[in-house]
């Protein structure tokens, strides 16, 4: 596939970006002969099957959590998904970050909202995690996009709090702009924001983040539009039948954050559709390993 380089106004550096529209089928599915319908996030596992994988805040192994070193590492694992989050800095410009402040993970202090991305830009996003991460810088959402639209992986996009339809529009524009919308998922706690993420790009699909799904999962779902729940592992054993319920909704169901062989095992026992984890290339191992 042939690239161009092209600038980011508000990094003023060039990116690698992909030329032509890439038509990629968004599916959960790892059986490379099934054959779903284009963008369907939500196809759903077949009994026993392996869940998909996608990497939490990337690959911890490959760089301090949401910077591009870790996500990078996902993607060039057998994960199928890379999942991030972003935040808008005081100024509008969307980046990469967890945490409501930047104490931890940066050598900054005070909420990511309250500071410009020219303050961003100074702080040290690696020395936290090791010396030999020391000068990593808090990326740029454009920055992202931009490893990720030559690769052939997906991508799931958490909007941290609250979000009108114009702040969406910041975030839907450049997954546009990427010709990433066919392998972009935006997911939230917040219903009001996948409303607004709807509103604004219906083509972008949406998953609903709840610690506990209460109620017809089919009516949480239609609210937004969304087409799968993430929710915890300790919800669903409580309530095992609560995956037949979402799933009979036509929702995928995806578990976060798994982290060691003995939820890997639960969650495919359990039949859902996919696992986020702190260590997607030790679970990729493992699945092919016959878990």
Known sequence: MSTVLRTWPALGKPLLAASGAVLLVLTLVLNPAAAPAANSFATLRAPGEIPYVAGHRGDLRGGPENTLPALQAVIDSTAEFVETDVQLTSDGVPVLMHDWTLDRTTDGTGPVWASTW????????GAWAGPEFAGIPVPHLAEFLGILAPSTKHA????????TAEQVAIVTTLIQDWELSQRVVLASFDLLTLQAAQSVAPSIQRVIISREVNGDPAVLAEACGAVGIVTSISFIQREP??????HAAGLGVMLYTLNDEGSWSEAISLGVDGIITDTP???????AEGS
């Not at 020219?118 to 996003?125: F, G, P, R």
């Not at 799931?156 to 979000?163: A, Y």
């Open 156 to 163: 799931i996009i958490e909007l941290k709090g609250s979000w």
């Open 118 to 125: 020219d303050d961003i830009t100074a702080l040290d996003a």
């Open 241 to 246: 039948d609560v995956v037949e319920r979402i």
């Open 281 to 287: 290339d030790e679970l990729g191992r493992w699945s």
